[in-house]
């Protein structure tokens, strides 16, 4: 089994820190990168060193320059929500931005301060199709 | 028939259409009696005249034929006889004469041709006889002898041709018939004259009216004349004059207002932009301070966690405390951050109102409140089929702060009991909410319902202080009202109205029901 990585987008230093510390007290094997800003996420996923693709993007919509919402865009311009599943982190969002996010394809939502149970049932969905499909070891593929 | 009645009517119609006509025609039928009265009395007069001569020269011809010839008669002188009748026959006019005796016989006759169409009188009388006495007598004129006939001795007769008589009383009928006809023309000329002078004025002064009413100010009527047209003329521009002064004062009494209403119109328009912008900086100042505020809380809230998490065991219990502390500090300002965000929320919601079953949402409201803190024996007594019209997720809200508050506020009460009903007053349906719980000072009641202002002690009855706020928000915007009643240690009763719901039709509420 291929795996399990997140790729985490947030510029805040504190709430980087906390987020990570989440995730390692996840009860399963799980790799974690981070970018501090649009610009490094796009550089990751988009760019020429995209293979292999995170599992999972945990994404703050409150970025500096390049926002969550178009960064979101960027990303399903080219992958498709089970391709890149993406979760959406924010402490209280605009509705309409959340509305915004819901259309372009968002494996889900989570508000700030994590809840580490909700985090967990969340990654368990989506591995749960990798755990069992004949095709596992292959994993997710960019779409041509 | 018909066509005579038609033609009186347009007669009678043209008559009291225009005033010139009937002036017109008053005079010209005045004129026409007048001249008409006086050419039939001339005529008769000129008849009776003529007629009265002739008479009198007839009689008289033939009185003196009738001495003239007696003698002659008497002796049965035939040449005799002929040259007195030739002597009345070389008078004018005389058609014949015949001379009879006694028994009738004709004695002579001496006649001109007799002409057609001619009108001829008779004259007869008596020849008298020697006898008489009195024979000079009866030459007074109009006595007859004949009234006498043993006396006389013949009889005279005289016809005497009229034509030329008539021809003069024709002549005169002419002349009257001339003179009247002209009489009337020259009447109608100046009837005629004389309505025109007397309408034209009329007709000006109507059509200097007409101007003056289609808008024309600079109309005046022309009149010189000094009689009673012109002083109407005179009194018609004084009143034109004052027309349009007090035209002019209300033209420009208008235009002032217009202008003030200019100035205040856009005196508002500024101001409800001005108004409008505040209200834009101040809720997206509300909205981006509750969010930025936000996040620094939930790190502080993730560090606390850390902290107990990592460092917990190596703390001691004043450690622990404070640590304690400062995460319920942290989430007390995040109730009140989502409070303001709620009360933004509020104001930015696109309503959809529909039927409520109030009653309804209300025990839904009292079941949750139940289900949260089950320890606590409050009981609800709430009226039945209460209808309101409303946004179902924002009336969901108010009732839930509403009932919060008499749920908070009772909560030291064993006999806590929460009341929701209607009363009526003046027509309107009034919602209320009761409760036995707290209470508060009635002199703060101006504080009540701003944000963030509290009556009670916060460790006392926790709380936003943002909750009536948002009620009254959600009631203001359906266009309601809110107030409240309440006596310290007594309880506090919240009045509301709403749109009134249709009745019965509570069906889509129906599954808040406890």
Same mark, same amino acid.
């Given at each position: 089994?291929?795996?399990?990585?997140?790729?985490?987008?947030?510029?805040?230093?504190?709430?980087?820190?906390?987020?990570?510390?989440?995730?390692?007290?996840?009860?399963?094997?799980?790799?974690?990168?981070?970018?501090?800003?649009?610009?490094?996420?796009?550089?990751?996923?988009?760019?020429?060193?995209?293979?292999?693709?995170?599992?999972?993007?945990?994404?703050?919509?409150?970025?500096?320059?390049?926002?969550?919402?178009?960064?979101?865009?960027?990303?399903?311009?080219?992958? $498709?929500?089970?391709?890149?599943?993406?979760?959406?982190?924010?402490?209280?969002?605009?509705?309409?931005?959340?509305?915004?996010?819901?259309?372009?394809?968002? $494996?889900?939502?989570?508000?700030?301060?994590?809840?580490?149970?909700?985090?967990?049932?969340?990654?368990?969905?989506?591995?749960?199709?990798?755990?069992?499909?004949?095709?596992?070891?292959?994993?997710?593929?960019?779409?041509? | 028939?018909?066509?005579?009645?038609?033609?009186?009517?347009?007669?009678?119609?043209?008559?009291?259409?225009?005033?010139?006509?009937?002036?017109?025609?008053?005079?010209?039928?005045?004129?026409? =009696? @007048?001249?008409?009265?006086?050419?039939?009395?001339?005529?008769?007069?000129?008849?009776?005249?003529?007629?009265?001569?002739?008479?009198?020269?007839?009689?008289? %011809?033939?009185?003196?034929?009738?001495?003239?010839?007696? &003698?002659?008669? /008497?002796?049965?002188?035939?040449?005799?006889?002929?040259?007195?009748?030739?002597?009345?026959?070389? &008078?004018?006019?005389?058609?014949?004469?015949?001379?009879? !005796?006694?028994?009738?016989?004709?004695?002579?006759?001496?006649?001109?041709?007799?002409?057609?169409?001619?009108?001829?009188?008779?004259?007869?009388?008596?020849?008298?006889?020697?006898?008489?006495?009195?024979?000079?007598?009866?030459?007074?004129?109009?006595?007859?002898?004949?009234?006498?006939?043993?006396?006389? @001795?013949?009889?005279?007769?005289?016809?005497?041709?009229?034509?030329?008589? !008539?021809?003069?009383?024709?002549?005169?009928?002419?002349?009257?018939?001339?003179?009247?006809?002209? =009489? #009337?023309? /020259?009447?109608?000329?100046?009837? =005629?004259? #004389?309505?025109?002078? %007397?309408?034209?004025?009329?007709?000006?002064?109507?059509?200097?009216? +007409?101007?003056?009413?289609?808008?024309?100010?600079?109309?005046?009527?022309?009149?010189?004349?000094?009689?009673?047209?012109?002083?109407?003329?005179?009194? =018609?521009?004084?009143?034109?004059?004052?027309?349009?002064?007090?035209?002019?004062?209300?033209?420009?009494?208008?235009?002032?207002?217009?202008? *003030?209403?200019?100035?205040?119109?856009?005196?508002?328009?500024?101001?409800?932009?001005?108004?409008?912008?505040?209200?834009?900086?101040?809720?997206?100042?509300?909205?981006?301070?509750?969010?930025?505020?936000?996040?620094?809380?939930?790190?502080?809230?993730?560090?606390?966690?850390? *902290?107990?998490?990592?460092?917990?065991?190596?703390?001691?219990?004043?450690?622990?405390?404070?640590?304690?502390?400062?995460?319920?500090?942290?989430?007390? %300002?995040?109730?009140?951050?989502?409070?303001?965000?709620?009360?933004?929320?509020?104001?930015?919601?696109?309503?959809?109102?529909?039927?409520?079953?109030?009653?309804?949402?209300?025990?839904?409201?009292?079941?949750?409140?139940?289900?949260?803190?089950?320890?606590?024996?409050?009981?609800?007594?709430?009226?039945?089929?209460? %209808?309101?019209?409303?946004?179902?997720?924002?009336?969901?809200?108010?009732?839930?702060?509403?009932?919060?508050?008499?749920?908070?506020?009772?909560?030291?009460?064993?006999?806590?009991?929460?009341?929701?009903?209607?009363?009526?007053?003046?027509?309107?349906?009034?919602?209320?909410?009761?409760?036995?719980?707290?209470?508060?000072?009635?002199?703060?009641?101006?504080?009540?319902?701003?944000?963030?202002?509290?009556?009670?002690?916060?460790?006392?009855?926790?709380?936003?202080?943002?909750?009536?706020?948002?009620?009254?928000?959600?009631?203001?915007?359906?266009?309601?009202?809110?107030?409240?009643?309440?006596?310290?240690? @007594?309880? +506090?009763?919240?009045?509301?109205?709403?749109?009134?719901?249709?009745?019965?039709?509570?069906?889509? +509420?129906?599954?808040?029901?406890?």
């Amino acid at each position: 089994m291929k795996e399990f990585s997140i790729l985490l987008v947030e510029d805040n230093d504190d709430d980087r820190f906390l987020t990570m510390r989440l995730i390692r007290k996840l009860p399963f094997p799980l790799k974690v990168e981070t970018s501090k800003n649009g610009e490094e996420a796009i550089k990751r996923i988009l760019g020429e060193n995209a293979d292999p693709l995170p599992s999972l993007v945990l994404l703050d919509l409150q970025l500096p320059k390049i926002s969550g919402i178009s960064l979101l865009s960027s990303i399903r311009e080219k992958y $498709s929500q089970s391709d890149l599943p993406v979760i959406v982190l924010s402490s209280s969002d605009n509705p309409r931005d959340l509305k915004l996010c819901n259309e372009m394809g968002i $494996s889900g939502y989570l508000s700030k301060p994590l809840a580490p149970s909700e985090l967990q049932e969340y990654i368990e969905a989506l591995t749960q199709p990798l755990r069992f499909s004949p095709d596992s070891s292959a994993g997710p593929h960019p779409s041509p | 028939m018909q066509s005579i009645t038609r033609l009186f009517a347009g007669i009678t119609e043209k008559l009291s259409k225009s005033f010139r006509v009937r002036l017109f025609a008053g005079i010209t039928l005045l004129i026409l =009696f @007048v001249s008409s009265g006086f050419a039939f009395l001339l005529f008769y007069q000129q008849y009776q005249a003529q007629s009265d001569k002739r008479n009198t020269e007839g009689g008289l %011809m033939a009185k003196l034929l009738a001495r003239d010839v007696r &003698l002659a008669v /008497f002796s049965g002188n035939r040449d005799a006889i002929l040259q007195a009748a030739s002597g009345t026959m070389s &008078l004018p006019d005389v058609q014949s004469v015949e001379i009879y !005796d006694r028994a009738g016989i004709l004695l002579g006759r001496l006649a001109n041709p007799a002409k057609n169409d001619v009108r001829y009188t008779v004259f007869k009388d008596q020849i008298p006889g020697l006898l008489n006495r009195q024979l000079e007598e009866p030459l007074i004129v109009g006595k007859q002898w004949g009234e006498d006939p043993e006396n006389s @001795v013949g009889s005279v007769r005289v016809v005497v041709d009229e034509s030329r008589a !008539d021809a003069r009383l024709r002549k005169t009928i002419l002349m009257a018939l001339l003179a009247t006809t002209l =009489f #009337l023309a /020259f009447g109608i000329m100046a009837a =005629f004259r #004389l309505a025109k002078s %007397m309408s034209r004025p009329i007709a000006q002064l109507s059509a200097c009216a +007409t101007a003056l009413k289609n808008g024309d100010e600079s109309v005046r009527a022309t009149i010189e004349t000094s009689d009673e047209l012109g002083d109407l003329a005179h009194s =018609f521009n004084s009143m034109i004059e004052a027309i349009r002064v007090r035209t002019n004062d209300l033209e420009e009494a208008l235009e002032e207002l217009y202008q *003030l209403n200019v100035v205040l119109e856009d005196k508002v328009q500024k101001r409800t932009a001005q108004l409008e912008s505040a209200n834009r900086e101040l809720e997206s100042f509300n909205y981006s301070a509750s969010h930025d505020l936000r996040a620094p809380l939930t790190r502080l809230a993730g560090f606390c966690d850390a *902290l107990k998490e990592e460092y917990g065991t190596t703390l001691d219990a004043q450690g622990i405390h404070y640590i304690n502390r400062i995460a319920a500090t942290g989430d007390q %300002m995040d109730r009140v951050l989502s409070a303001l965000l709620t009360l933004y929320q509020i104001q930015q919601r696109e309503m959809t109102p529909r039927n409520l079953d109030l009653s309804e949402l209300v025990g839904a409201v009292a079941a949750s409140l139940r289900q949260r803190e089950p320890g606590r024996e409050v009981s609800f007594n709430i009226q039945e089929n209460v %209808m309101v019209f409303g946004d179902m997720k924002l009336i969901w809200l108010a009732l839930e702060n509403l009932l919060g508050n008499a749920w908070k506020f009772t909560k030291e009460r064993s006999d806590a009991t929460i009341e929701f009903g209607v009363v009526k007053q003046a027509g309107e349906a009034i919602c209320f909410i009761r409760d036995n719980g707290a209470g508060f000072d009635m002199t703060y009641y101006e504080k009540l319902f701003q944000p963030f202002q509290r009556l009670h002690n916060i460790d006392e009855f926790p709380g936003t202080g943002v909750g009536l706020a948002i009620v009254q928000r959600i009631i203001s915007r359906h266009g309601g009202r809110i107030w409240l009643e309440s006596s310290e240690r @007594v309880g +506090t009763t919240c009045y509301f109205i709403l749109p009134k719901g249709k009745e019965d039709q509570g069906a889509g +509420t129906r599954g808040y029901a406890q």
